[in-house]
């Protein structure tokens, strides 16, 4: 079973930054599709960005386009969300995830970092 583990979040103020990270477990890691997604309170989780299994193709969500950065490190299983001018708006539980369509689709999703964007 792929184990998927986020880490890197916590408090920051109103314009500063983070960085995500997400480790994924095995040895088909660069097969993989990884998604970052997020999921503030009362809200449905969203997509807030992509990258293929090379790290060749990209996808950023409008709300993020410009601020955030997705990228992947494929030797050490590990994709990465840079998060700079963060807003209040950006607290969420992010959660990575990793999407295959081989032998089967499948998804493996990890527990989820708390970002929280506060003065």
């Known amino acids: 079973q792929v184990q998927v583990v986020e880490s890197g979040g916590g408090l920051v103020q109103p314009g500063g930054s983070l960085r995500l990270s997400c480790t994924a477990s095995?040895?088909?890691?660069?097969?993989?599709?990884m998604g970052w997604y997020r999921q503030a309170p009362g809200k449905q989780r969203e997509l807030v960005a992509s990258?293929?299994?090379?790290?060749?193709?990209?996808y950023m969500a409008d709300s993020v386009k410009g601020r955030f950065t997705i990228s992947r490190h494929n030797a050490e299983n590990r994709v990465y969300l840079e998060m700079n001018s963060l807003k209040p708006e950006d607290t969420a539980v992010y959660y990575c995830?990793?999407?295959?369509?081989?032998?089967?689709?499948?998804?493996?999703w990890g527990q989820g970092t708390q970002v929280t964007v506060s003065s």
């Open positions: 995830k990793g999407a295959t369509m081989h032998p089967t689709k499948t998804d493996y």
């Open positions: 095995g040895s088909l890691f660069s097969m993989y599709v």
């Open positions: 990258i293929d299994n090379r790290g060749t193709a990209t």
